[in-house]
């Protein structure tokens, strides 16, 4: 028995070639823009809340607690405080307008809801580690007053990452983490 050897002639090399280059071509169609690398570049933010954000986030601390209920469409601020023997509790409920997500990830972003005053307020979020962890507070203007604007589409316009760290996040910007308490 004896065998051939295989060669390949110019045109059969051309039509390999060409095929493998439309080949290398359609795996990278499709590619994220931003190099895979997670910064962003070329990302574009669908407003989706991450469901890893859905549940109760609670931080307590000497002599109070501070709690985040979010759900799909509403997010309950619960935080009680003791000061020289008396508590302090306060609970508002919001209801959620639109996300802003800071990377595609969904691990940091901004929730504006409405408040029961009609306003829109901001609530920010970071390091988000879904059912563990989550840097979460309420956005105010650097003198502690609040933020809050009349309709959505201020809202929108003024809360943007690039405005972030002028409308402060309490524990979002500089505090504790609150736990993941669902079970």
Same mark, same amino acid.
């Given at each position: *028995? ?23 071509? &359609? ?18 933010? =669908?407003?989706?809340? @991450? @469901?890893?954000?859905? %549940? ?21 601020? /619960? *935080?009680?405080?003791? =000061?020289?023997?008396?508590? !302090? ?19 940091? #972003?901004?929730?504006?809801?409405? /408040?029961?005053? #009609?306003?829109? &307020?901001?609530?920010?979020? /970071? ?11 309420? %956005?105010? @203007? ?7 604007? =009349?309709?959505? =589409? ?12 002028? !409308? ?6 500089? %505090? ?5 308490? @669902?079970?």
């Amino acid at each position: *028995m004896s065998h051939k050897p295989c060669v390949f002639s110019s045109k059969t090399f051309r039509a390999a070639f060409g095929v493998a280059l439309v080949f290398a071509a &359609a795996l990278f169609t499709g590619c994220p823009t931003d190099g895979g690398d997670g910064d962003g570049g070329g990302w574009v933010d =669908d407003h989706i809340l @991450n @469901n890893a954000l859905i %549940g109760t986030w609670t931080y307590t601390y000497e002599g109070g607690y501070d709690t985040y209920e979010i759900t799909r469409t509403q997010i309950t601020h /619960k *935080m009680s405080y003791t =000061d020289e023997g008396t508590e !302090y509790p306060s609970t508002e409920t919001h209801n959620r307008s639109y996300v802003i997500n800071f990377n595609p990830h969904k691990t940091a #972003g901004g929730i504006i809801v409405e /408040k029961t005053s #009609g306003k829109y &307020a901001i609530i920010w979020f /970071k390091d988000l580690e879904p059912q563990k962890q989550v840097l979460i507070g309420d %956005g105010y @203007n650097e003198d502690y007053s609040d933020c809050a604007v =009349d309709t959505i =589409d201020e809202a929108i316009a003024k809360f943007t990452p690039e405005n972030a760290s002028k !409308y402060l996040g309490g524990s979002a910007q500089k %505090g504790s983490p609150q736990q993941w308490v @669902n079970p």
